[in-house]
């Protein structure tokens, strides 16, 4: 069965312009979570939807922006992009989301020059 | 405040013999517990996961063991291969919280 599958794998932007992120989970599963992993603060949670629904947000701005699609296909969008949010950006797909088992995308690596 | 913490930021082990990564946690409501092997600018790899119902979970070369009373875990690998060389991330969650808190990682280094 397919893996997690997010797109673009790499992505350079300027520095003010938005992006947005793909993450396709594995078939079946309805929970999709982002997180951002950089070398100074590790991973790091942004948000989680389920069955379209936000139901949890980490403490990042309000720039960072998600949504979850009937076909539970993802998106997340980083608007007015700054350098520190260089990054590479993870998706995470779960059958129900709390307690059970997270498979990840290859990621996408945002530069912001 | 990191609820999950992974103290050693590296080990080295000879090929053959116990890999022994280990993590602790602050947060008594964790109730879930994962380990991903993260090779760079991958997404991380499940390896093994157990619930706080449990002390003890395995999976071929792998296994979990929990300490609820410690706040403890440890993945043990055994034998230890070349291919297990990797940064491994523990995480934790718990009902309701609808996220994983990782640990910072640790270096595994398999000597042949």
């Known amino acids: 069965k397919a893996g997690v599958t997010q797109t673009p794998r790499y992505l350079i932007k300027t520095r003010g312009q938005q992006v947005t992120l793909s993450c396709s989970p594995i078939?079946?599963?309805?929970?999709v979570s982002w997180y951002q992993q950089t070398p100074g603060q590790g991973l790091q949670f942004l948000f989680e939807?389920?069955?379209?629904?936000?139901?949890n947000k980490g403490n990042f701005p309000g720039r960072f922006s998600g949504r979850q699609f009937s076909n539970s296909r993802s998106e997340m969008n980083v608007s007015t992009l700054e350098l520190g949010d260089s990054a590479l950006y993870l998706c995470?797909?779960?059958?129900?989301?709390?307690?059970?088992?997270?498979?990840f995308g290859q990621g996408t690596r945002l530069t912001v020059v | 405040d990191q609820q999950v913490k992974q103290n050693s930021p590296s080990l080295s082990v000879q090929e053959g013999r116990i890999s022994i990564l280990n993590c602790d946690y602050t947060?008594?409501?964790?109730?879930?517990f994962l380990w991903y092997k993260k090779y760079p600018a991958e997404g991380p790899t499940f390896l093994i996961s157990?619930?706080?119902?449990?002390d003890k979970n395995e999976d071929g070369r792998f296994t979990v063991f929990l300490n609820k009373s410690a706040k403890h875990l440890s993945l043990h690998i055994v034998p230890s291969q070349p291919g297990d060389s990797a940064v491994y991330f523990c995480?934790?969650?718990?009902?309701?919280?609808?996220?994983?808190?990782f640990g910072q990682g640790t270096r595994l280094t398999i000597n042949p």
């Open positions: 995470a797909s779960s059958y129900l989301g709390v307690n059970t088992e997270a498979f």
């Open positions: 078939s079946g599963h309805r929970s």
């Open positions: 939807y389920f069955s379209e629904t936000q139901r």
């Open positions: 947060n008594s409501m964790f109730d879930y």
């Open positions: 157990i619930s706080s119902i449990k």
């Open positions: 995480a934790a969650s718990f009902q309701g919280a609808q996220k994983l808190v």
